[in-house]
């Protein structure tokens, strides 16, 4: 256990539907994050969130939505998702905020299938 | 376009020998590389960090950055069956507040 739970760990959810995947961090940590890791490709970042604030946004469709409310949860707002939106989705904190040299732990992600 | 290339491998080696897992970058100004493990259905778990040119040890593992030719390896001494997994090279490429490119991982296989 790294301190980082995600909830749920497996979702199965149809194109029009609304749902959230949640994070909490038990480390005291100042930064979160958001990946995607789909089948054959590259881990990809979604989301950095230093001390509650957004400070990066690779691109990523606005039928995701972030939330950081406070430094210790994190949220991902699902919206109206496509079908190769299906992935594991890691949601990882880091102690210092500060993206360039921190060490980030992975919680074990939520299983999001689309149909 | 920011890169990180590993060989998907998979790597096999017999159990007590020396794997060594190879990764370039295309971002000449990154400044941190790690490698993260990742066991099958699991998340990824950090195995090593480096920021400045050399080795670096940590028990049987030990990492490798070349700057110059934008070369960070991984060597693992005395290979365990448990070893077995996904290994992912990441380095942080910079950008407004950092940017993590992962590699594709290199899958090794340790055989008994």
């Known amino acids: 256990e790294t301190g980082v739970t995600q909830t749920p760990r497996h979702l199965v959810m149809g194109m029009t539907n609304k749902k959230s995947l949640k994070c909490e961090q038990h480390?005291?940590?100042?930064?979160m994050y958001w990946y995607k890791q789909s089948a054959k490709k590259p881990l990809e970042l979604m989301f950095v969130?230093?001390?509650?604030?957004?400070?990066e946004n690779n691109s990523v469709p606005s039928r995701f939505s972030p939330e950081c409310p406070n430094s210790s949860h994190l949220f991902l707002h699902l919206h109206t998702l496509q079908p190769e939106d299906s992935a594991l989705y890691l949601c990882?904190?880091?102690?210092?905020?500060?993206?360039?040299?921190?060490?980030?732990?992975f919680g074990p992600g939520t299983r999001l299938t689309v149909l | 376009q920011k890169e990180v290339e590993q060989n998907s491998g998979p790597l096999s080696v017999p159990e007590g020998a020396i794997a060594s897992l190879n990764c370039t970058y295309s971002?000449?100004?990154?400044?941190?590389f790690f490698w993260y493990r990742q066991y099958s259905g699991k998340s990824p778990e950090l195995i090593m960090s480096?920021?400045?040119?050399g080795d670096k040890e940590d028990g049987r593992f030990t990492a490798q950055l070349n700057k110059a030719s934008q070369y960070v390896s991984l060597l693992i001494r005395d290979s365990q069956p448990s070893d077995s997994a996904t290994y992912l090279c990441?380095?942080?490429?910079?950008?407004?507040?950092?940017?993590?490119?992962f590699g594709k991982g290199t899958k090794l296989s340790v055989k008994p």
């Open positions: 990882a904190s880091s102690p210092r905020g500060e993206v360039l040299t921190d060490t980030q732990y």
């Open positions: 480390l005291g940590h100042n930064a």
């Open positions: 969130y230093s001390l509650e604030e957004r400070v």
């Open positions: 971002d000449r100004g990154s400044q941190s």
């Open positions: 480096i920021y400045s040119n």
């Open positions: 990441a380095v942080n490429m910079g950008g407004s507040q950092g940017n993590l490119i």
